[in-house]
């Protein structure tokens, strides 16, 4: 029991610190706004997810946050961006655990990741509208939109990127899992079911 707790903590340092240096190789999309990049550090998140459950995966992503926010810092010290990271991250996770616990396949975990494409992507455009934009002007100065401008901006760069971003994403991991497969359900059987 005392060994697999251990494992666990040492799992999910790892993972975290996999998916702090990931997060660092973030670059923009053609045809996007540069303050719109894609990482592929919600990668080892996923992994934490499948093998050990949802608070580990947050336990991932919010170590990482806090490495980016020491890393990058913040003109006004309010981490805005890795707010809107972790949350973006979350809404991305989530789903994927809670339909890949049903449905253990890679049936479950290509529905699952889906779903979490388009969680992120419409609960992003909506928390971008009335929160992440909002906080970039209050507290880092950055000029946004509002109104209808706003509406344009998320509508034609935000909810597109996302859904973007969570195609890529959705691919690495089915990737990965396919080639990881049966190392992820043996991790899984004794970390969940410890």
Do not use: C, H
Request: net charge positive.
């Amino acid at each position: 029991m005392k060994n697999t707790k251990l494992q666990k903590m040492v799992s999910i340092g790892m993972l975290s610190s996999i998916s702090f240096v990931l997060m660092i190789f973030n670059f923009p999309l053609p045809a996007f706004p540069s303050y719109l990049e894609v990482d592929f550090s919600d990668v080892p998140a996923l992994i934490a997810a499948i093998t050990m459950g949802p608070i580990a995966a947050i336990v991932v992503e919010f170590i990482k946050n806090i490495l980016n926010w020491f890393y990058v810092g913040s003109p006004t010290g309010v981490p805005v961006g890795q707010i809107a990271n972790f949350t973006t991250s979350i809404l991305f996770i989530m789903p994927v655990y809670f339909v890949y616990k049903r449905l253990s396949t890679a049936k479950g975990l290509t529905t699952g990741l889906v779903m979490g494409t388009l969680t992120m992507a419409i609960g992003m455009s909506v928390l971008n509208y009335y929160l992440f934009m909002p906080m970039y002007n209050y507290f880092l100065n950055v000029p946004t939109e509002t109104g209808a401008a706003l509406t344009k901006t998320i509508v034609t760069f935000v909810l597109p990127f996302n859904i973007i971003k969570g195609m890529i994403v959705t691919a690495i991991m089915l990737l990965l899992f396919s080639s990881l497969k049966n190392w992820l359900i043996k991790q899984r059987k004794q970390f969940i079911n410890e």
